[in-house]
């Protein structure tokens, strides 16, 4: 608890202290764990992930979702990273390439990425894989732009 709360107050400094302060993947992922984990077990259940989409990002099961721009400016504002770096990350999360961040989206990559085990949960190396994967940030630290 204390561990997660100084990782996201450090996290937190970083994003608001500066802005040219980037914060990498790995701080993502960080962020959205300290968000979405509610049982901090350095899990992300897929209940937690569709709450954490519900709640964060309106994004339902069956729902609309959010339109690429919709998703990219709300991006932008969570995780600071530059409006080109979170639009191209939108369109890679698009997966069924119908221009609309969806849960049919976010279910396909949870498919993919729940793996290593398969066990309906994403571990913290899994979400780093897939946003790695998807993310386009470079993957060295501090790669990308940000504003
Ligand atoms: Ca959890
Ligand atoms: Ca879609």
């Given at each position: 608890m204390m561990e997660s709360l100084v990782v996201f107050l450090s996290i937190a400094g970083l994003a608001l202290g500066a802005n040219t302060a980037c914060l990498t993947v790995d701080q993502i992922v960080d962020m959205v764990?300290?968000?979405a984990d509610t049982d901090m077990d350095n899990n992300l259940s897929m209940q937690e992930f569709s709450a954490t989409l519900e709640n964060n990002w309106g994004?339902?099961?069956g729902?609309?979702?959010?339109?690429?721009?919709?998703?990219t400016n709300l991006w932008v504002i969570h995780y600071h990273d530059s409006h080109p770096t979170a639009h191209d990350f939108a369109v890679n999360l698009d997966i069924n390439n119908d221009k609309?961040?969806?849960d049919v989206d976010m279910n396909m990559y949870a498919g993919i990425y729940d793996a290593n085990p398969m066990d309906g949960q994403f571990s913290k190396e899994e979400f780093l894989?897939?946003?790695?994967?998807?993310?386009?940030?470079?993957?060295?630290?501090?790669?990308?732009?940000?504003h």
């Open positions: 764990f300290f968000e994004i339902t099961p729902g609309a979702g959010l339109s690429i721009s919709e998703f609309r961040i969806t894989t897939f946003m790695h994967a998807v993310h386009p940030d470079p993957h060295n630290a501090g790669g990308h732009g940000c």
